[in-house]
């Protein structure tokens, strides 16, 4: 039943990918869909009228079948199980947290806590005094440094005595690379920004067996992870052309080829935090998100909307994923390698889990510092 649940966040994936700019303006863009998928999912149990009508539309929760209050149960059901079967297939290369955070001493319905404890069990509540918006910051932040063991820092700010409602959330991915290199490197070399000036950057030197594919206008390589995902990584060969090759290209649909490669590639480990309320705006859908959604289930009263929603993503890959050399194992020389690709200029790459076929994370780099 998830499965066409998964090719929707697909879709949407990189709908929202597309539209993406990260909040510090660097030059690295990350988004997980499940993740989004979640908070928007979650935030649609306080939808109503035409708002909540938006949300079941968009998110695809929607059971043709039924009719009434079953509908909603289905739908609210459906938002859940996608996420759990995703992150019950990838444990231990995701780790999540959700905040939920309203401003002291304003009451949420009681029909909205308990659906949001019961279908979204992960989303963590909090209140907090917004009216002394720095302290309340502090405590937010405070939280979440907590659970992330110091990883994500500041993660919300600008808050103001106004403000009612606020969802951040974090994903960090944590890979590892499937076959340990037969080679050594790691040092700094160039990396070119945006194709012309140069940094130097951490890069990792990796040979052995590969797929890949070098087109005259991209190169492709498929790097698998420990455990059940991998990567498509897409550099073009003009940089210039990556927004148009990254819209256009199914990676999963090429036809890749084997063979011994020396890899030469940026350490992966990076971040990036995007505000969905913006990226909403820019999408051209105000009755969502923005102060003209009606968020009729949340509060008797007042119609309160979301002041922020703010999503933080880690990605990292580690090297040397199996300890030891598998047995059998031919010691590599300089002969045998045909080809050497360099990752050293934009490129972009997306994360899939090998059970499911569904995509996990999207990333984007053009520059980097
Ligand atoms: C918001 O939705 C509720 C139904 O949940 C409806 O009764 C109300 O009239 C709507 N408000 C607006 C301003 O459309
Ligand atoms: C929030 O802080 C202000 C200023 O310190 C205080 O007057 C108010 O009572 C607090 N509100 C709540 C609900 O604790
Ligand atoms: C964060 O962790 C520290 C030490 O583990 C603890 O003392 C503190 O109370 C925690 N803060 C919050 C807000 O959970
Ligand atoms: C996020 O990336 C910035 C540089 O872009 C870096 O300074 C910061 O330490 C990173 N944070 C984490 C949690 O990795
Ligand atoms: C290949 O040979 C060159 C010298 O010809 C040497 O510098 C390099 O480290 C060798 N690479 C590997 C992967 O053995």
Redesign the pocket.
Known sequence: KSFPLLILQENLGKIWFAKLSPLEGSGVTLMAPFQLYESLAALSLGAGGITAQNFRDHLGLVDRKCIGDQHSWIMRWQGRLVNQDILSQQEGLLETGTWFVVRKGLQLRQAFLWELRWFYPSVQLKAANTSQPHMAEEMINTFIRNATAGRVSRLVNGLSPSTNLVLASYVHFKGKWKTRSQ?HGSEFQDFYNDGSSKVQVPMTTW?GKLQYKIDPTYTMIKLPLIGTAYIMLVQPVKPDTLESIESTLDVNSIILKSGIV?LVLPRFKWNSTYDVKELYHRMNLPDMLSGRANFSRLHNDQNLTPDQVIQHVIFEVMEDGEKSTPPGHVP???TT?TTEIRIDKPFFFRVFGEILNDLLLLGRVKKLH
């Open positions: 080679c040979c020396k590599f020389s300089n390698i």
